[in-house]
């Protein structure tokens, strides 16, 4: 139990055109969703917290015009990078958790590698 | 806010034990947890802790919680190739947001 998978696990686009990923919990409702950016050989840095059917809550310094997130339903949550540019260019990780798990726990999908030339 | 700190790297031998250590500040962190991330691989949930727990053992994995001196570690019995990863350590920071270690690799030699 407990599977969250992301689509695509790797896209490269041009320099200003937009990138939509996908993360859905394929086995549970996850009433709230994170997204977190990875630079190579460094920690997750959280970018922003979505809870189904409300506004994300993005973290200090992440431009939410940038990073569109949308958690539509309890199962699927969507970023989408818009006029990406090189410095876009990262590996992104969303997680799923479900309040009604005892330990908050968060379940990871496989991540996306995007590369923006 | 919260602050957790790792071990950049450690470096064993097939079959010995590993020990990762961790250090966080918030002493109000209810779960503790360790997840382990292979190459190019999002994280995998190995095990969590409750702050009120000394100890948790899951099979080859032991972790170990000294509340007083903020101190988690994870104990890896009989480490195999296939252990070597990034493991990091996170603690809750409010409700269900994680803070996260940057990481320390553990590499297995044969």
């Known amino acids: 139990g407990a599977v969250v998978s992301q689509h695509p696990s790797w896209v490269i686009c041009k320099s200003g055109t937009s990138v939509k990923i996908e993360c859905r919990s394929l086995?549970?409702?996850?009433?709230?969703m994170f997204w977190y950016r990875q630079f190579p050989k460094q920690s997750l840095m959280l970018m922003a917290t979505s809870n189904e059917g409300s506004k994300a809550t993005y973290e200090q310094g992440v431009e939410k015009d940038k990073f569109l997130i949308n958690h539509a339903s309890l199962t699927l949550s969507t970023l989408t990078v818009t006029s990406a540019h090189p410095e876009d260019s990262s590996f992104y990780i969303c997680?799923?958790?479900?309040?009604?798990?005892?330990?908050?726990?968060?379940?990871f999908g496989p991540g996306t590698r995007l590369t923006v030339t | 806010g919260e602050d957790v700190e790792q071990s950049l790297f450690l470096s064993v031998r097939e079959g010995d034990s590993s020990v990762i250590n961790c250090t966080y500040t918030d002493s109000s962190s209810t779960y503790l947890y360790w997840y382990k991330q292979e190459p190019g691989a999002g994280l995998q949930l190995l095990t969590y802790?409750?702050?009120?727990?000394d100890m948790k053992q899951d099979q080859r994995l032991t972790v170990l919680l000294n509340k007083k001196d903020k101190h988690l570690s994870l104990r890896i019995a009989d480490t195999q190739t296939g252990d070597s990863a990034i493991y990091f350590c996170?603690?809750?920071?409010?409700?269900?947001?994680?803070?996260f270690g940057k990481g320390t690799m553990l590499l297995v030699s044969p």
């Open positions: 996170a603690v809750n920071s409010g409700y269900s947001t994680l803070t």
């Open positions: 086995d549970f409702q996850a009433t709230t």
């Open positions: 997680s799923a958790s479900n309040p009604g798990r005892v330990a908050y726990e968060q379940y």
């Open positions: 802790i409750f702050s009120n727990m």
